[in-house]
C-alpha cells in the first residue's frame, strides 16, 4: 500500500515531543504543531522541486549519517521520537541548503510570519522537519526509487497544508491546488454521465 507521507509523518509528532520542544520556544502548542506541519510539507515540496536532479535523492538521504543523533532517536516502528535535544540545529542545517539551496532563510521567515511563530522558532523546526523527512525516507529507503511519482501524486494535498506566501517562494502558483480540484471534479461529473469531454 502507498503511503501517505503527511499523514505518515504527522504521527511522529505528540504531544510530548510538542512538550519537549516547547521547553526550547515557549509557543502556542497548536501554533507549534501547524509550524511543523507546515515545515513538513515545505521540505516535502523542495524535494518534489529537486525531482528531475538525477540521484538527488539517493544523495540527500546519505548525507544523514549513520552516527546522526536525532536518526537514533526515531522509533520508526512505533511511529515515536524517542528523545527530543537540540541536536536538529546542527544536523539540520545541511540538508537544508541541499534542498532549498539559497532560499533557506526566506522559507523560514514566511513559515514564522505565516504561521504566527517566532524567528528562531520556525528556524529550529524548519531543520526538526527536514530531519524528520529525511530521516523516514533512510527507515524506507524502498520508496526513494518512486518518490518522485509519490509526491507528485500527493502534490495537491501536501500544497493545500502551505500558506501562500510558502507555496510562492518554492515556486508553487497560489490558484494551482484549487484549479487541479476544480479540472478533477469537471473530469469525475462527465465520466459519471458516461461523457469524456477532457
Known sequence: MTPNLQIELRRFISSNVVSKL???????DALLIKGID???GTVLMGLYNKAEESGFYKNIVTLL????????????????????????RIE????????FSNKKGRISEMISNEVGIK????REILNFSALLV???????SQLIKNLKLLLEDQKRDILNSIQPGIKIIL????????EEKNQAMGRSVFTLFGHNFF
Open 119 to 122: 524567528s528562531e522558532t520556525a
Open 92 to 99: 539540520g542545517n545541511e540538508l537544508l541548503k541541499e534542498i
Open 65 to 88: 549519517e549513520d552516527n546522526s543523533t536525532f536518526y537514533g532517536e526515531v522509533d520508526f516502528t512505533s511511529g515515536r521520537i524517542l528523545s527530543v535535544d537540540d541536536c536538529y
Open 38 to 40: 507546515v515545515s513538513i
Open 171 to 178: 515556486g508553487f502558483s497560489c490558484h494551482e491546488t484549487v
Open 22 to 28: 516547547n521547553k526550547f520556544y515557549f509557543e502556542n
Open 134 to 140: 529525511v530521516s523516514y525516507l533512510k527507515n524506507n
